[in-house]
């Protein structure tokens, strides 16, 4: 892992690996000042996912995402030859992390069906898998971009609360992901 990058000339360093998803890795990085997302776009096939123009699809879905009103990171800069995205760092514990912690709180789960209202009026999924959720200061966040139209099978109550609790589904990601 390289200690920097930049994101149109600009330097940032890279602080720590957050996560990698379909489409790409995630660092926490700062400019000295301030602390931020870097997401590198990746190529890396994925057996269950098509992808097109994967930036193009990061900045259409955040507009769309933000015409929606679904409270997430801004994305502070686009980087297209390089394929990365700055973004807003939200500091907080992923739900993934307070499921194990059992420190969920029914006032997620509200927020996150107060979203889901904005969504399916929008005719809109997004991921629902509770890595992409993060928790600051009580307030639920998305944190991730992708977004695709509405299937009642991808909705959340069809496939997302499979992983907001202790089910066999969630303990059995936590399994495989060690």
Known sequence: M?????VNEKEYEIHRLLGKGKG??????????QRYVLKQI???????YQFGNKIEAEINDYDRLRKIGIKMPVM????????????????GDTICELI????MKSTYMD????????????HTNIDYFPTNFVVQDDELYYIDF????????????????????????FLQYMKERD
């Open 2 to 6: 390289d200690k920097k990058m930049t």
């Open 24 to 33: 790409g890795y995630s660092y926490l990085a700062s400019d000295g000042m």
């Open 42 to 48: 990746h190529h890396e096939p994925c057996d269950y």
């Open 76 to 91: 502070i800069d686009v980087d297209r030859p390089k394929e990365r995205i700055l973004k807003e760092y939200i500091d």
């Open 100 to 103: 194990l912690q059992d420190r």
């Open 111 to 122: 927020q996150l069906r107060d979203m889901c209202r904005l969504l399916y009026a929008a």
């Open 146 to 169: 992708e977004c695709n139209a509405y299937m009642d099978e991808w909705n959340f109550e069809n496939w997302g609360i499979r992983y907001w609790s202790k089910t066999p589904e």
